[in-house]
């Protein structure tokens, strides 16, 4: 199994560009989740999945979105980039995402720069 | 809002002491609480969970406890190498967000040999 997987591992933006960041998974996991991490601030949820075609909010949703049409797949869309989504992304799944004891698995993260 | 703290500060401790890092928590109790290690570059990786009623938790040389009055956990590491070398995050899930975790900010550990 490769796990949790994602690309690009590093992106450089300029201001007002778009972009995806891609996840995979292939643990047939139904949560998946992404998660934004800042210096200082811990990691903060910006969106999350409990199955295909179910997304909803996280803490720092502002400027993202995303979508899940398969099991496998859940890509995060910068719809306008700004400075303040500089910072590492990391995707993350786990079995249902209902159960309090769900283990979360980690991708190895991209690095976003947004100049 | 859910508040949770770990020491901000490095923690640097000599090969072979035991590690102490704490995590704290302000309001509800959460249903359980995890420990997460994390490497320079790479994502957080599962270490140990601990529920509501438990009191205490081992695996190999770690060692969680979570005292609910308190409002902490504690996360020990035994004879410490410098491979424990990094940042270690908890991680809380309360009974009204479902499966959703919130993490603390980490505590970096540095052991020196």
């Known amino acids: 199994n490769a796990g949790v997987t994602q690309t690009p591992k590093f992106q450089v933006l300029k201001t007002g560009q778009s972009m995806t960041l891609q996840c995979a998974q292939d643990m047939n996991h139904e949560y998946m989740s992404w998660y934004r991490q800042d210096p200082g601030m811990g990691l903060r949820l910006i969106h999350y999945s409990v199955g295909a075609g179910i997304t909803d909010q996280g803490e720092v949703p502002n400027g993202y979105n995303v979508s899940r049409s398969t099991t496998e797949d859940f890509p995060l869309r910068l719809l306008s980039a700004a400075p303040s989504q500089t910072s590492v992304y990391f995707c993350a799944s786990s079995y249902s995402g209902t159960e309090y004891t769900d283990t979360q698995y980690f991708g190895p993260g991209t690095r976003l720069t947004v100049l | 809002s859910q508040k949770i703290e770990q020491n901000s500060e490095a923690l640097n401790i000599q090969e072979g002491k035991t590690a102490t890092l704490t995590c704290n928590y302000t309001?509800?109790?959460?249903?359980?609480l995890q420990w997460y290690r994390q490497d320079p570059g790479r994502g957080p990786v599962f270490l140990l969970l601990?529920?509501?009623?438990?009191k205490e938790k081992r695996k190999e040389r770690l060692k969680v406890t979570f005292d609910t009055t308190l409002k902490q956990s504690l996360f020990h590491i035994t004879a410490s190498q410098p491979a424990d070398s990094a940042t270690y995050l908890c991680?809380?899930?309360?009974?009204?967000?479902?499966?959703?975790?919130?993490f603390g900010q980490g505590t970096e550990l540095s052991v020196k040999p």
């Open positions: 601990i529920r509501e009623n438990e």
């Open positions: 309001n509800y109790s959460p249903a359980y």
């Open positions: 991680a809380l899930a309360f009974y009204n967000q479902g499966g959703k975790l919130i």
